[in-house]
């Protein structure tokens, strides 16, 4: 009797996973066949009221049973995941020919693309580029440079001072001392980097602003080979109509010291509202390093000479791109950077 009403809830389970149409359906019937309180488990509480002699065949049955039923769930669970996933890929078809949607992709800042175009001008005459701490010692960033002990550029007002000995650098030419305290002559190099000022934020001026200088010393290096880097520098970046003007100027660290002027682009040396009516608009400082610079470095000054030069780096950009207002490259406005 009892392996009757094993055959027929065997039979009752195939016909039912026979007729489910979903996944629910199927878990459904495994519950309600092969659960803790399934049918099959009824069934066999009652394997209590058989013999000894009939338990272990009626025992196989109910496993055969439970395996038929586990098998036709398997199949059918199959059978159904084939056919969502042919219903969804034939619902969900895309169109490989329809054009894709494009990729904002990201571009470099105005001043960095200028920053790598005046390193590459450099690079081809055969500088390399070093770099330096930002947080320096008043050594390396005044009395190494020939800055005498009452100079403007050591007042608190003008510098960020940690404490008496340590300041945020104001320029990067105390990268220029630790080179030629490290290396033997020829020296050729450029160091862009950031430095700190206590200027006001206007149009023209920022307590954080962009630097790269130049240094090269060697036997017989004049002026005309500072002149010659700064040519080649402005042709480079402004085109081969670029002219120059050197002033005379002072310097601590360099002996004869010059600023030099780029010519207006707008007016031609004419005279305008962008060079303020004077023709000509101030760039850099630049000179020839000074003996006791390269003295107190341990290079005799008596063999070699050197130029420098420092220049920022948002002046250069906003020359190139003619823009108006410094503040305007660090406001990381899209619709301003787009444009370059």
């Known amino acids: 009797m009892l392996r009757q009403n094993l055959e027929e809830l065997r039979l009752k389970a195939l016909e039912a996973v026979r007729n489910a149409r ?3 359906s199927l878990e459904n019937i495994r ?5 803790k309180k399934g049918e099959l488990t009824a069934v066999l509480k009652q394997m209590g009221s058989l013999s000894p002699e009939e338990r272990p065949s009626v025992g196989a049955f109910a496993n055969d049973v439970r395996a038929a039923i586990e098998a036709a769930l398997e199949k059918a669970s199959g059978l159904l995941a084939r056919q969502e996933l042919a ?25 960095q693309t200028v920053l790598d175009d005046v390193v590459g001008i450099f690079l081809g005459m055969g500088f390399s580029v070093a770099e330096g701490p930002e947080v320096e010692t008043a050594y390396y960033c005044f009395d190494a440079l020939n800055h005498s002990p009452d100079h403007p550029a050591r007042d ?5 001072y940690f404490d008496d000995d340590t300041v945020l650098r104001t320029q990067t030419s105390s990268v220029q001392i630790r080179v030629m305290e490290n290396a033997k002559p020829p020296i050729r190099i450029v160091s862009p980097g950031k430095c700190y000022r206590k200027d006001e934020i206007d149009a023209t001026h920022s307590a954080h602003f962009h630097q790269i200088e130049c ?5 017989g290096i004049t002026m005309g080979d500072l002149k010659g880097a700064l040519q080649t520098m402005m042709t480079g970046l402004y085109g081969p109509d670029v002219k120059l003007r050197f002033r005379p100027h002072h310097f601590p660290y360099t002996e004869p010291s010059a600023e030099v002027d780029l010519q207006c682009f707008a007016c031609k040396g004419a005279g305008c509202r962008m060079c303020k009516f004077e023709g000509w608009i101030e760039m850099l400082g630049s000179g020839m390093v000074h003996p006791a610079v ?11 000479s050197g130029f420098a030069f420092g220049v920022g780096i948002e002046r250069l950009t906003l020359m190139r791109y003619k823009i108006n207002d410094l503040r305007l490259l660090y406001e990381n406005d899209v619709r301003f950077l787009r444009q370059f």
């Open 215 to 219: 240094l090269a010393v060697d036997k």
């Open 294 to 304: 390269l003295d107190r470095c341990g290079i005799d000054s008596s063999v070699y």
């Open 156 to 160: 608190p007002q003008d510098t960020f």
């Open 22 to 24: 979903d996944a629910v």
């Open 87 to 111: 219903k969804r890929l034939e619902e969900e078809t895309a169109d490989v020919t329809l054009p894709g949607k494009p990729a904002r992709t990201g571009r470099r800042h105005p001043m």
């Open 31 to 35: 519950v309600g066949f092969l659960g």
